[in-house]
């Protein structure tokens, strides 16, 4: 509400969890320079890490502001640096539920996050959902299991959280590990697994991307998702 003051980990638990646009304004405008030096900063941050195919006109990603746009590479790019290189961050995207008690500059505020697959698919550690009316249903998921560091990235998804599911099993078949809720389904049921073969792999430096699906993802799906195995920094 107008007048509230919170602290900056606050403000970004409200920004990740919750996906909160006034979080992110109220961070632009408090930065060094105001909200217009903020948005410099982030194409700027963009042009630094090589990303040719990312503008932004506005802190919240919202369209309205001009020509705002990303690919699902940038953004796995923009989420591994980070992840690798902030803490706090890598904190706040693991987060399930976030409890802001009341004080006196701010009312209480619990944050959650009902989308991702923090609590429903072993080994993931965040990051984030999206959703416009033009980008529509989006997801970027980092997953740490069985010694394998892995970010999924979903534009334009129908069904972010099961679509995201497919994405980190067929990561997994990929490299020839039983995916972590198939592996206890197997325990229980005896259902054999579906092994599913990767049919375009690429490899750039140390980074695996995957640029297909299993077959029983859609078109939609095909054109706006993507796959990296990442290394761990040293």
């Known amino acids: 509400s107008e007048g509230e003051v919170l602290s900056l980990e606050e403000l970004l638990y409200g920004l990740m969890l919750n996906s909160g646009n006034d979080a992110a304004e109220v961070l632009a405008t408090n930065f060094n320079g105001g909200r217009e030096a903020f948005i410099k900063a982030m194409n700027d941050k963009a042009k630094s890490l090589g990303l040719s195919d ?60 009902e989308t991702n697959l923090l609590t429903s698919y ?77 049919t375009s792999l690429k490899c750039i430096g140390r980074t695996l991307l995957v640029s297909t699906l299993p077959p029983c993802s859609n078109a939609r799906l095909l054109r706006s998702s993507l796959l990296s195995f990442i290394p761990r920094p040293p």
């Open 54 to 113: 990312t503008s932004f006109t506005n802190p919240t990603g919202l369209e309205g502001d001009g020509s705002q746009y990303t690919t699902t590479y940038d953004l796995l790019v923009i989420s591994r640096f980070a992840l690798y290189n902030f803490p706090l961050f890598a904190k706040i995207v693991s987060t399930f539920s976030y409890n802001i008690a009341q004080t006196d500059t701010h009312q209480a505020y619990f944050l959650e996050n």
């Open 122 to 198: 072993p080994g993931v550690r965040g990051i984030k959902t999206g959703y416009t009316p033009e980008a529509g249903l989006c997801l970027v998921t980092y997953f740490d299991y069985s010694g394998h560091q892995i970010m999924g990235v979903l534009l334009g998804s129908e069904n972010r959280r099961q679509e995201m599911k497919d994405l980190l099993d067929y990561s997994l078949k990929s490299v020839g590990i039983t995916p972590p809720l198939m592996a206890f389904t197997n325990s229980i049921f005896s259902i054999p697994s579906n092994c599913l073969s990767a």
